[in-house]
């Protein structure tokens, strides 16, 4: 499948999830393709906290209502003292490089027919509490994770996309 076929076809957000837990292979595939994402100066600031059990995603439901009862979800977080900050005007990159992490999982993910979903939607307060995260780390993204149910359909918005003419220019803005 070629990869335009991919991004638009066959990723997309899966809101209904099967019965049926994540194999340790196949989560341990989609977290491989985190690991190799590309960050600013190589710096990996990524730090990722696997839920997989019932309880775990349990906890999960009491930080945000987007789980679906999914067997497993990725919080994808940053070290705050490893992120790269541009000289110019002191911006951290540690949000953009969690994103390209959570974006790298969620297309291996889509490739091998696991559903996910990116929430942003989430307390970060009580994640923090929840999952223990040490003051230096910041969550930016939870993905969450699962073989879709058989009744699983894209959102009406799946398909809803912009023409590039809108939001691409060419020279200036
Ligand atoms: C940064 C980000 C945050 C999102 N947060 C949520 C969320 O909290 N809950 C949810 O159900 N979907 C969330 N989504 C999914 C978007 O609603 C979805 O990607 C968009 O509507 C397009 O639909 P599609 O993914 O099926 O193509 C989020 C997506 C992104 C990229």
Not at 87 to 98: L, N, P, Q, R, T
Request: proline letters at 7%; hydrophobic letters at 40%.
């Amino acid at each position: 499948m070629d990869f335009l076929t991919m991004a638009k076809d066959c990723r997309y957000s899966c809101r209904r999830y099967a019965d049926r837990p994540l194999e340790k292979e196949t989560l341990e595939r989609i977290l491989e393709a985190g690991r190799v994402a590309p960050t600013a100066t190589n710096a990996q600031p990524q730090r990722i906290v696997a839920v997989t059990t019932p309880e775990g995603m349990e906890s999960l439901a009491g930080c945000t209502r987007y789980t679906f009862g999914a067997p497993a979800a990725l919080i994808v977080c940053y070290d705050r003292t490893e992120v790269w900050v541009r000289s110019y005007d002191g911006k951290e990159g540690g949000d953009v490089d969690a994103a390209i992490v959570t974006t790298h999982m969620m297309l291996q993910a889509a490739e091998l027919g696991v559903g996910t979903c990116w929430v942003g939607s989430f307390d970060p307060k009580l994640v923090r509490e929840e999952f223990s995260l040490p003051a230096q780390i910041v969550p930016v993204a939870i993905l969450i994770l699962g073989w879709p149910a058989d009744e699983a359909v894209p959102s009406p918005k799946h398909d809803k996309r912009k023409p590039l003419e809108e939001t691409v220019v060419y020279g200036k803005f």
